[in-house]
């Protein structure tokens, strides 16, 4: 592994791609003690007070090797999951529509009384 690190800063490194010959390294960014690391935190935070109704959810891998090991998941053939750039290929306006419906079932004063900002400025983060 090799680090490119510069304080307060984004860092980058690298991990060895053996199944790869003509893409050796694979780069990680990572922001780790930047600002927007810190703002990243502050929105996870409040964020959590929301209760998503979403029946895709998966809320990590385990929970999906349950569901094929199940035996619920007969007319399953075959499936592939790549996370690459997945945040990046979600529309934009239809998430913000979703964490604003969200608040709106939490309730928007107890919303914005938790986070300390209006609904609408905490959106605009």
Same mark, same amino acid.
């Given at each position: 592994?090799?680090?490119?690190?510069?304080?307060?800063?984004?860092?980058?490194?690298?991990?060895a791609?053996?199944h790869?010959?003509?893409?050796h390294?694979?780069p990680?960014?990572?922001g780790?003690?930047?600002?927007?690391r810190?703002?990243?935190?502050?929105?996870?935070s409040?964020?959590?007070?929301l209760?998503?109704?979403?029946p895709y #959810?998966v809320k990590n *891998?385990n929970?999906? /090797?349950? !569901?094929v #090991?199940?035996?619920n *998941?007969d007319?399953l /053939?075959d !499936?592939?999951?790549?996370?690459?750039?997945?945040?990046?290929?979600?529309?934009?306006?239809?998430?913000?529509?979703s964490v604003?419906d969200?608040?709106?079932?939490f309730?928007?004063?107890?919303?914005?009384?938790?986070?300390?900002?209006a609904?609408?400025i905490?959106?605009e983060l």
């Amino acid at each position: 592994m090799t680090f490119l690190m510069l304080k307060n800063t984004f860092y980058v490194f690298f991990f060895a791609k053996t199944h790869k010959p003509d893409k050796h390294f694979r780069p990680i960014v990572s922001g780790r003690g930047t600002w927007q690391r810190q703002l990243s935190k502050f929105l996870q935070s409040k964020l959590s007070l929301l209760k998503c109704e979403d029946p895709y #959810l998966v809320k990590n *891998s385990n929970e999906m /090797l349950e !569901f094929v #090991l199940s035996g619920n *998941s007969d007319n399953l /053939l075959d !499936f592939s999951v790549d996370r690459k750039d997945v945040y990046y290929s979600l529309p934009h306006d239809i998430l913000l529509k979703s964490v604003e419906d969200c608040i709106d079932m939490f309730g928007c004063v107890a919303f914005e009384n938790s986070v300390g900002m209006a609904a609408d400025i905490f959106l605009e983060l």
